[in-house]
T-cell receptor
C-alpha cells in the first residue's frame, strides 16, 4: 500500500491567491482527517470525514477554508483567499472504521504564503 | 472538548539513558492514547498506543503507562539511541464515542539523544 498520498509536497503562493491541497487516503479507510501543524499551535485538527461525509469542521479557522471529499479516494482542502498566517504544514490522515485503529498520516504539504 | 498537556517541551539525554515524557488529559471519557514520533521534515508515525482498559504496555525499549484516576499517561524510552531523536506527540480521543477519531494532540516534546 502506498499510504496516504498528498500533493503538492510544497506550495508557495502570494497572499490573496487560492490554494488547493489534495489527499488520497489509504484504500478501504473510512475516516479522513485534515491537520495543520505550526510551531506555535502544534497539530490542530481542522476537519474530518466519515464515509465522505464531514463530521466535525469546528477546527476550520474561518470561512476562507473549505474541504470536500467527493468520493472515498479523494479529498481537497482549499484556502481562498490565502494569507501569510496560513503558512504551515498541512497533513492529511486516514484510518479504518475500527474504533481503535491508528491514524496514518501523509507526508504533508508545506504551504508558504508570501 | 479535550485538552492535552505535554511535558517537557524539550528533553536532552545521553545515549543509553532513559527518557520520560508525560501527558495529562481533561476529558474523563477519553479511552485511547497513542504516541507519535515525528522526525524532522517527516510525517508523524505511531509508535505505541494504549487503551483505557490496561495500565501499561511495552514494546521493546518503549513503554507507556496510564493512570485513569489521575488522567495522565507517560512514554518511557529506555536505552536511548541517537536515532530516537525526534519530536514526540501524545494524543487522546474517545474512540467509539460520538467524537470518534478526533485525536487531540499534546504540544510535542523535542527529544535529543547525544552520542
Amino acid at each position: 500500500d502506498a499510504g496516504v498520498i498528498q500533493s503538492p509536497r510544497h506550495e508557495v503562493t502570494e497572499m490573496g491567491q487560492e490554494v488547493t491541497l489534495r489527499c488520497k487516503p489509504i484504500s478501504g479507510h473510512d475516516y479522513l482527517f485534515w491537520y495543520r501543524q505550526t510551531m506555535m499551535r502544534g497539530l490542530e485538527l481542522l476537519i474530518y470525514f466519515n464515509n465522505n461525509v464531514p463530521i466535525d469542521d469546528s477546527g476550520m479557522p474561518e470561512d476562507r477554508f473549505s474541504a470536500k471529499m467527493p468520493n472515498a479516494s479523494f479529498s481537497t482542502l482549499k484556502i481562498q483567499p490565502s494569507e501569510p498566517r496560513d503558512s504551515a504544514v498541512y497533513f492529511c490522515a486516514s484510518s479504518l472504521l475500527d474504533s481503535l485503529s491508528p491514524l496514518h498520516f501523509g507526508n504533508g504539504t508545506r504551504l508558504t504564503v508570501t | 472538548g479535550e485538552n492535552v498537556e505535554q511535558h517537557p517541551s524539550t528533553l536532552s539525554v545521553q545515549e543509553g539513558d532513559s527518557a520520560v515524557i508525560k501527558c495529562t488529559y481533561s476529558d474523563s471519557a477519553s479511552n485511547y492514547f497513542p504516541w507519535y514520533k515525528q522526525e524532522l521534515g517527516k510525517r508523524p508515525q505511531l509508535i505505541i498506543d494504549i487503551r483505557s482498559n490496561v495500565g501499561e504496555k511495552k514494546d521493546q525499549r518503549i513503554a507507556v503507562t496510564l493512570n485513569k484516576t489521575a488522567k495522565h499517561f507517560s512514554l518511557h524510552i529506555t536505552e536511548t539511541q541517537p536515532e530516537d531523536s525526534a519530536v514526540y506527540f501524545c494524543a487522546a480521543s474517545n474512540a467509539g464515542g460520538t467524537s470518534y477519531g478526533k485525536l487531540t494532540f499534546g504540544q510535542g516534546t523535542i527529544l535529543t539523544v547525544h552520542p
